[in-house]
């Protein structure tokens, strides 16, 4: 088992709707989540950074850690074609928080 | 832009070969990372170099080998390349040692023949 799941998707929605975006994990010591979002053949850009549990929200972009359950959720509302890309969560635990460990990411298609 | 630089692009070899990849980290970032990307495995961590010393390891393998110059910049070393090494190799950097923020490079692809 994977330390890390992510659905790899595809997922498909309209413009304008609100997207889930999920991952889970087996290591209670992950106590950093960052989702990456990557453009075909380019490299991953950060997104968003949260620490511990609870909801981060930038723009239309909303962060949510609930470590009771080890699931993290990435929100995108009002979602735009440009938001079409491969969405990977990461992880990581103190003391070897410079080792990221990384979800295999989920694709997301915006149709107009 | 995220300001990490990686230099080459793309990169054709053949088996057997031995290849640099360069990476640049943003100004004033004193961590370097280096990562595999497959279609298989997703992102790797491979290695993590802090001011120019060797600070964690991932799952890299002994024929890789990487350092970070005086100057920050580091290369990666890939050596007997094998046809399962064609990958895309990214290089992300950070402010700190606790690399909870990475930034990343554009990447290198490199195609082992």
């Known amino acids: 088992q994977k330390e890390v799941e992510q659905d790899p998707g595809p997922l498909s929605v309209p413009e304008g709707a609100i997207v889930s975006l999920n991952c889970t994990y087996s290591?209670?010591?992950?106590?950093?989540f960052m989702w990456y979002r990557q453009y075909s053949r380019k490299g991953p850009e950060l997104l968003m950074y949260?620490?511990?549990?609870g909801n981060k929200e930038d723009g239309r972009f909303t962060a949510q850690v609930d470590k009771s359950s080890k699931y993290i959720s990435l929100f995108i509302r009002d979602s735009q074609p440009s938001d079409s890309a491969t969405y990977l969560c990461?992880?990581?635990?103190?003391?070897?928080?410079?080792?990221?460990?990384f979800g295999t990411g989920t694709r997301l298609q915006v149709t107009l | 832009d995220s300001g990490v630089t990686q230099t080459p692009k793309h990169l054709i070899t053949a088996t057997g070969q031995r290849v640099t990849l360069r990476c640049s980290p943003r100004?004033?970032?004193?961590?370097v990372y280096w990562y595999q990307q497959s279609l298989d495995q997703g992102l790797q961590f491979l290695i993590q170099?802090?001011?120019?010393?060797?600070?964690a390891k991932g799952n890299i393998l002994e024929r890789f080998s990487a350092q970070q110059f005086p100057d920050l910049h580091s290369e990666l070393n890939l050596s007997s390349l094998e046809l399962g090494d064609s990958a895309l190799y990214f290089c992300?950097?950070?402010?700190?040692?606790?690399?909870?923020?990475?930034?990343f490079g554009p990447g290198t692809r490199l195609t082992v023949t």
């Open positions: 100004s004033g970032d004193l961590s």
């Open positions: 990461a992880m990581g635990a103190p003391g070897t928080a410079s080792k990221l460990t």
């Open positions: 949260t620490y511990s549990s």
């Open positions: 290591n209670s010591a992950f106590q950093y």
């Open positions: 992300a950097s950070s402010a700190g040692l606790a690399g909870h923020e990475q930034y």
């Open positions: 170099y802090y001011n120019g010393e060797e600070r």
